[in-house]
């Protein structure tokens, strides 16, 4: 900071959120930290995704840098193999209780040679098909779900949908609860594009043009 004084971002990881290490970014001018919580169930997040850590330590570390006054983006993902509604609102319920600063959320996309890939596969959600469209890099995590999931409308949905519920006002949350209820995932998509400047308050202009882009 003596030196350079800008201030910059990172990633963290709940387990290496230590109160020491918050503080010394604090003092050398960190501005965001981005977390990935991946699913509010511990469960899904213990099996497939690797991540073992209970909720209450995604909790505390996301309170750990909110309380040292430094930014805190989330991000989570929807439309995993065998994921349930249930789930996927537990995911959303994480989001909104941490209360972030801005929130990101994606579908997932089968990645080879991965475990949730394999997974994906014997679970039936990803056919012959479907692991053609990967070889051919045909879609992503940003776009449309190329699982057979039988909640994909749903996913697609919240993917859209949480950025703007974690920055929504609560008297208006019963709202975005309807749009989410009735699988409106075009209404989620437009009011993801509208509101970009405030669910993304830290983007900038170039990030704003190229989410803006990958929307399109």
Same mark, same amino acid.
């Given at each position: 900071r003596k030196r350079i004084n800008l201030p910059w971002y990172c990633f963290g990881y709940p387990t290496t959120i230590k109160p020491g290490l918050v503080k010394a970014m604090k003092s050398a001018n960190c501005h965001t930290v981005f977390m990935g919580v991946d699913s509010g169930d511990a469960g899904l997040r213990r099996s497939l995704m690797e991540r073992p850590m209970e909720d209450e330590l995604i909790?505390?570390?996301?309170?750990?840098?909110?309380?040292?006054?430094?930014?805190?983006?989330? *991000?989570?993902?929807?439309?995993?193999?065998? /994921?349930?509604? !249930?789930?996927?609102? #537990?995911?959303?319920?994480?989001?909104? @209780?941490?209360?972030?600063?801005?929130?990101?959320?994606?579908?997932?996309?089968?990645?080879?040679?991965?475990k949730m890939y394999t997974a994906a596969v014997e679970m039936g959600y990803l056919d012959a098909e479907g692991e053609e469209k990967v070889r051919e890099g045909i879609?992503?995590?940003?776009?449309? *779900?190329?699982?057979?999931?039988?909640?994909? /409308?749903?996913? !697609?949905?919240?993917? #859209?949908?949480?950025?703007?519920?974690? @920055?929504?006002?609560?008297?208006?949350?019963?709202?975005?609860?309807?749009?989410?209820?009735?699988?409106m995932k075009r209404l989620a998509l437009m009011l993801y594009v509208i509101l970009i400047p405030i669910t993304f308050p830290f983007l900038g202009m170039e990030g704003i043009r190229s989410t803006l882009r990958m929307a399109w």
């Open positions: 909790y505390e570390a996301a309170r750990r840098i909110q309380d040292a006054g430094i930014g805190l983006q989330v *991000s989570c993902i929807y439309g995993n193999p065998g /994921e349930t509604p !249930e789930q996927m609102f #537990k995911t959303l319920e994480m989001v909104d @209780r941490i209360r972030p600063t801005q929130s990101s959320a994606y579908i997932f996309y089968p990645f080879p040679r991965t879609s992503g995590y940003h776009h449309e *779900s190329i699982l057979k999931h039988p909640h994909k /409308e749903l996913a !697609e949905t919240l993917a #859209k949908v949480t950025p703007v519920y974690a @920055r929504t006002p609560e008297v208006l949350k019963p709202a975005v609860r309807w749009i989410i209820r009735n699988r």
